[in-house]
């Protein structure tokens, strides 16, 4: 993995892809990048999930639990999500966000670039979000509530992924 350290103010952790990408590279990072052809090193056997989360630490960890079986990008900037999408084919999004209008509106988004793409909403609950929530359902494939357990999350992922079956499972 190759850091860029403080030559940016945005990233974004490919894990397959072994490099963190900045998103806003000062120009001693823009030269050592140029060249770079993240998608020459996509392993295409393998499905790719997206995982959006503002929450560093949250990113790395949840990553780490799929990039052996699947390319697995993860990102701290919402913006990038329909570019992502667009250009390398995620075959499951998951959002890590508090539920918010914006929020709604970004999975829209993210459902017209592809209306098959399943989503993952991961959120602390709230009964005062009663209504975005029944909204963010409306649209999502699957809604976990914080805490979550990681084998549920799991066992989603392996009904909607069909290359998934058959692989090393986190299930017992």
Known sequence: MILHGSSVREWTYVSDWKEVVGMVPDKEAQKR?????????VDEGKKTILIYSRDLNFSFSFSAVFQDRFNVITTTNPGMLESFVAHYSADLVIV???PSESMIEQIGNLKGLNKDLPIFALYVYSQRERELDRSIRGQVDSV?????EINVISKRIEELLPSYRG?????P
């Open 96 to 98: 890590d966000a508090d």
């Open 144 to 148: 976990f509530y914080k805490p979550f």
């Open 167 to 171: 692989r090393a499972s986190l299930m």
């Open 33 to 41: 990048n140029a060249g770079h052809t993240i998608g020459s090193e």
